[in-house]
């Protein structure tokens, strides 16, 4: 694997995945074992021509020979195509390159409610932007109603068999429900709350997606779906338990989400 020599990539120290993935750069030799400082703490002197707000929602990587930066998606591709030229054709194609970026940039200016940290303690902090948020709230509407309303025929008789938007309507009520609660609760961390509501809801969606493939080739009995849906359930409420408490939010928000699935679950048994 050949090295990216005289690079050091800027990533985010408050942001677990920026720091995952820099490290593995780092580890894999794709960049040298300087290669990556967090911007918090990159001295000016680095290089001036930095956009530091910028850098703080596209990660950048300097040159530190040429004083060079590129940002985002172009910064990791450079990365990636010098370690593996075989997809450096793929890197140029200008439509692939747009699809990367967009997508990028959904995972950027939602990483703070994908993969929380447990403190920040730094000034410099990502640019929120609503279109994004929303985006991601969305997206993981959208995959979570479609695994539940696959999972919850597994569930039948345990509970009655619904229609085909049923979970939909579910997940979406729990959003706006949250949504006023947290607005008149906390309406400076409304799009927080709402974004990391809806990471725990995906996660485990996430997770009951291997009964729903399972259940194509064997049958699975509606009480072991029920028992293995309730686990999933209970983690969750832990998980929203602890990304409250990263948000300061109290229990309110945690009694309320328990209240709302709980009413749910007396409307459809």
């Excluded at 939909?168 to 409304?190: E, T």
């Excluded at 779906?225 to 939010?249: N, Q, S, V, W």
């Amino acid at each position: 694997m050949k090295t990216l020599h005289n690079h050091i990539i800027l990533y985010d120290a408050e942001c677990p995945m920026c720091n995952l993935y820099t490290r593995a750069f780092v580890n894999t030799g794709m960049l040298d074992g300087t290669g990556r400082t967090a911007y918090q703490e990159a001295p000016e002197m680095l290089c001036p021509l930095i956009d530091r707000k910028r850098a703080v929602n596209e990660i950048a990587l300097v040159n530190t020979q040429t004083g060079e930066v590129e940002y985002g998606i172009a910064s990791l591709f450079k990365v990636i195509g010098n370690s593996f030229p075989v997809f450096k054709g793929l890197f140029n194609f200008k439509p692939f390159v747009w699809i990367a970026a967009k997508c990028y940039a959904f995972i950027s200016y939602n990483r703070r409610v994908i993969v929380p940290g447990n403190q920040y303690n730094y000034g410099i902090q990502p640019t929120f932007k609503l279109r994004w948020r929303l985006t991601y709230l969305l997206f993981t509407w959208m995959v979570v109603g479609a695994i539940l309303t696959q999972y919850a025929g597994l569930l039948v008789p345990m509970i009655t068999a619904g229609n085909s938007w049923r979970e939909y309507l579910i997940c979406g009520g729990q959003i706006l429900f949250q949504g006023l609660i947290v607005s008149l609760y906390a309406a400076d961390k409304r799009w927080d709350y709402l974004g990391n509501m809806m990471t725990i809801s995906f996660a485990g969606a996430l997770l009951l997606l291997p009964v729903v493939i399972l259940a194509q080739f064997i049958i699975i009995p509606a009480l072991i779906g029920t028992l293995y849906f309730m686990l999933i359930a209970g983690l969750m409420f832990l998980e929203h338990i602890h990304r409250t408490k990263l948000l300061k939010l109290g229990w309110l928000l945690t009694a309320t989400w328990m209240l709302y699935r709980l009413a749910v679950l007396m409307i459809i048994i």
